[in-house]
T-cell receptor, first 116, second 115 residues
Framework: AQSVTQLDSQVPVFEEAPVELRCNYS??????LFWYVQYPNQGLQLLLK??????LVESINGFEAEFNKSQTSFHLRKPSVHISDTAEYFC??????????????FGTGTLLAVQP | NAGVMQNPRHLVRRRGQEARLRCSPM?????VYWYRQLPEEGLKFMVY????????ESGMPKERFSAEFPKEGPSILRIQQVVRGDSAAYFC?????????????FGPGTRLTVL
């Protein structure tokens, strides 16, 4: 069975400090990996995704994630966070599980709390 | 291009009533997914539909829950005889092609509270 683990439920960090949000997955098939961000009382927005090719993917607002197949990880990083980055971050995976659907399997989320 | 629309945004029901949640996908998208987010948990897949067809309902509870995506109009997630455990945020997502690499675009969600 496929699963996603986000070990940190909450990550407090000071503004302008670097941050890493961890994501590990388990899958018996090739996967596509996603990071979504959810601001309070809003829906999920795609932050970045890995499909193939370069293992390092970047978003437009300074986040990056690296696909590491040997460690089955897809950690999210940002070198300098802003107050506005405060949100819940979800790692998700999809793959050819043998059915007809590309359903996403989500981790439990990590709350990034940026403090001034 | 309008995003995924969901209504109502908040819904309050008493135990035993019915809840109807609506989702209009992005223009040009014919693939709709429903997810449920229970308090303090991540999103869980419920059902995947294309126009007039249910493709995968492996995440739907066996009883009281149903979904449809008619030829015309929004997708509907229906919960009959709601119980307190149904209180959650229900998110709809849509995608253009339904293939593995497709990005799913999420709506703002409907927050259901069962009293």
């Amino acid at each position: 069975a496929q699963s996603v683990t986000q070990l940190d439920s909450q990550v407090p960090v000071f503004e302008e400090a670097p941050v890493e949000l961890r994501c590990n997955y388990s899958s018996s098939v090739s996967v596509y990996l996603f990071w979504y961000v959810q601001y309070p009382n809003q829906g999920l927005q795609l932050l970045l995704k890995y499909l193939s090719g370069s293992t390092l993917v970047e978003s437009i607002n300074g986040f990056e994630a690296e696909f590491n197949k040997s460690q089955t990880s897809f950690h999210l990083r940002k070198p300098s966070v802003h107050i506005s980055d405060t949100a819940e971050y979800f790692c998700a995976v999809t793959g050819n599980y043998g059915g007809a659907t590309n359903k996403l399997i989500f981790g439990t989320g990590t709350l990034l709390a940026v403090q001034p | 291009n309008a995003g995924v629309m969901q209504n109502p945004r908040h819904l309050v029901r008493r135990r035993g009533q019915e809840a109807r949640l609506r989702c209009s996908p992005m223009k040009g998208h014919s693939h709709v997914y429903w997810y449920r987010q229970l308090p303090e948990e991540g999103l869980k897949f419920m059902v995947y539909l294309q126009k007039e067809n249910i493709i995968d309902e492996s995440g739907m509870p066996k009883e009281r829950f149903s979904a449809e995506f008619p030829k015309e109009g929004p997708s509907i997630l229906r919960i009959q005889q709601v119980v307190r455990g149904d209180s959650a945020a229900y998110f709809c997502a849509s995608s253009p092609n339904g293939v593995w690499a497709d990005t799913q675009y999420f709506g703002p969600g409907t927050r259901l509270t069962v009293l």
